[in-house]
């Protein structure tokens, strides 16, 4: 089965730049998407189809996705920022896969 | 403001089929979009269980192929979700959402928890 990998964190000072990567066999060939999830929260649609963003999502958010890394990019980040992040991949053979998941600290 | 609700039993017992539905307002399913469920064990990751699509194409999970039923009923307005075969690892928080046509799923429930136990 298809899996993609998170790193379990990162930790990021105000203002900087946070990277969170997702790996997975041949990535770059599907549609990578990211959610933000807060405690007791639904996750959030934050990037879909690797670089575009949802209505309402600040532009500090950005995607990117080749060869088999997927990367969501958190400029200037923020303490509200901090939550758990997820990927997502799609393709029309595997369908839909999510990442393990990355807990993001803003120290 | 498209919104979802999801609506079911919150505790199954083993072996028994569980049965999940979920009411779009703010949009008609018939319009398009894909229609999704994704669960989340208590502490853990996100896990795809299935799409719909508004037409009645399914796709599922591979890992849950053999137990997933998910359904659509356009008159209501709603799509529902069967699982089979319940067990304790079965045991998670579950969310309708809707997908986008490549990937991502742009408005979700909040997410109805169901717990597996006798």
């Known amino acids: 089965s298809y899996e993609l990998t998170q790193p379990p964190s990162v930790s990021v000072s105000p203002g900087q730049t946070a990277s969170i990567t997702c790996s997975g066999d041949k990535l770059g060939d599907k549609y990578a998407s990211w959610y933000q999830q807060k405690p007791g929260q639904s996750p959030l649609l934050v990037i879909y189809q690797d670089r575009k963003r949802p209505s309402g999502i600040p532009e500090r958010f950005s995607g990117s996705n080749s060869g088999n890394t997927a990367t969501l990019t958190i400029s200037g980040t923020q303490a509200m920022d901090e939550a758990d992040y997820y990927c997502q991949a799609w393709d029309s053979s595997t369908a839909s896969v999510f990442g393990t998941g990355t807990k993001v600290t803003v120290l | 403001q498209v919104q979802l609700q999801e609506s079911g039993p919150g505790l199954v017992k083993p072996s028994e089929t569980l049965s999940l539905t979920c009411v779009v307002s703010?949009?008609?399913?018939?319009?398009?979009?894909?229609w999704g469920w994704i669960r989340q064990p208590p502490g853990k990751g996100l896990e795809w269980i299935g799409n719909?699509?508004?037409?009645?194409?399914?796709y599922y999970n591979p890992s849950l192929k053999s137990r997933v039923t998910i359904s659509v009923d356009t008159s209501k307005n709603q799509f529902s979700l069967k699982l089979n075969s319940m067990t304790a690892a079965d045991t998670a928080l579950y969310y309708c959402?809707?997908?986008?046509?490549?990937?991502?799923?742009?408005?979700w429930g909040q997410g109805t928890l169901v717990t597996v136990s006798t």
């Open positions: 959402a809707r997908g986008l046509g490549q990937g991502g799923f742009d408005y």
């Open positions: 719909i699509y508004y037409i009645g194409n399914t």
């Open positions: 703010g949009y008609s399913i018939n319009s398009g979009y894909y």
